[in-house]
């Protein structure tokens, strides 16, 4: 079985809860290519013989970094199982064929792609719900012109404040449609299904995510520390709002959309 996109880890550890308490055992291959996060992953499951780490970015021969094939990082063997778990919604839409054709040739006759995402869109998504980092973009709407920030980026030469904003815009990328994702795993040959369901976050939850370090760069250039934290945590309260009045949220939080893929490559006959 491989996570692509396995992250620090976490539906790894719940999968392998799982099938140990069943007594079922598997080979379970991990693949990300963020280096912290994969150290964390490390950390948590590298005592086991049954998990494998493959870090799916290298550098070519200029140095650039680039992402590595999942049949080179399996050494041409096949899987029976494919997960992805929040995480399809951060691959560039431009790599989402490739990667589907990448994922059938891994896959053994009758093998299995299951993902999820909170933030995809899709018709099937109601009105009272909305996208899992719609209030985190929000956020970053909130402090676009927040006037510290502005004044911090025209202190910097004008190419590095435009690179430092195209950065802060790449944390929580415009989500794409549900059937760029349909359209590439059906082109790669697989057939499948797609559901849904609503999963609500707390107030508390959505401000302690987006406090995250790596997250709280949305604020950037403001120092990490109190002011970044102070003009987060008022930027949040302020989506939080907007989206009470537009009902995709209540007074203890907010509803966020999820789909769930389901998808096999035809077994042999
Ligand atoms: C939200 S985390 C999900 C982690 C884990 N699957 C979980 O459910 O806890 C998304 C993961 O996707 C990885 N990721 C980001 N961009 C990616 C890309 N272009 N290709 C593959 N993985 C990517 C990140 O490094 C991160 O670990």
């Keep these: 079985m491989?996570?692509?996109?396995?992250?620090?880890?976490?539906s790894a550890i719940e999968l392998l809860r799982v099938l140990d308490e069943r007594g079922t055992s598997i080979e379970l291959v991990l693949v990300d290519p963020l280096v912290s996060w994969f150290a964390k992953a490390r950390d948590l499951l590298g005592h086991r013989n049954d998990?494998?780490?493959e870090l799916s970015i290298?550098?070519?021969?200029?140095g650039k970094t680039?992402?590595?094939e999942l049949d080179e990082m399996l050494a041409g063997r096949k899987a029976d199982v494919i997960i992805s778990s929040s995480t399809l919604h951060l691959i560039p839409?431009?790599?989402?064929?490739?990667?589907?054709?990448?994922?059938?040739?891994?896959?053994?006759p009758g093998g299995v792609f299951v993902w999820y995402s909170g933030d995809v869109e899709s018709g099937m998504r109601p009105p009272s719900a909305a996208c899992l980092h719609d209030p985190y973009r929000l956020v970053r709407e909130c402090l676009r012109d927040d006037v510290s920030r502005q004044a911090m980026l025209a202190k910097m030469?004008?190419?590095d404040a435009a690179r430092?904003?195209?950065?802060?815009?790449?944390?929580?990328?415009?989500?794409?449609?549900?059937?760029?994702?349909?359209?590439?795993?059906?082109?790669?040959?697989f057939t499948g299904e797609i559901s849904d369901h609503i999963v609500s976050f707390s107030n508390e939850d959505a401000e302690r995510f987006i406090l995250v370090p790596r997250l709280a760069e949305i604020a950037a250039p403001l120092i990490e520390g109190d002011e970044r934290d102070t003009a987060i945590r008022g930027a949040i309260g302020e989506a939080l709002l907007h989206m009470r009045?537009?009902?995709?949220?209540s007074e203890g939080g907010y509803r966020s959309h999820w789909l769930y893929g389901l998808h096999t490559i035809p077994p042999l006959r």
């Excluded at 009045?245 to 949220?249: F, N």
């Design 2 to 10: 491989v996570d692509y996109g396995s992250g620090t880890g976490g």
């Design 51 to 53: 998990v494998h780490f």
């Design 58 to 62: 290298s550098q070519d021969e200029s």
């Design 66 to 68: 680039v992402f590595r």
């Design 93 to 108: 839409e431009k790599e989402l064929a490739g990667l589907s054709r990448q994922f059938a040739g891994c896959l053994v």
């Design 157 to 159: 030469r004008e190419e």
């Design 164 to 189: 430092a904003e195209r950065r802060v815009d790449r944390i929580f990328p415009i989500p794409f449609t549900i059937d760029l994702i349909q359209d590439a795993l059906a082109d790669a040959g």
């Design 245 to 249: 009045e537009v009902g995709t949220a």
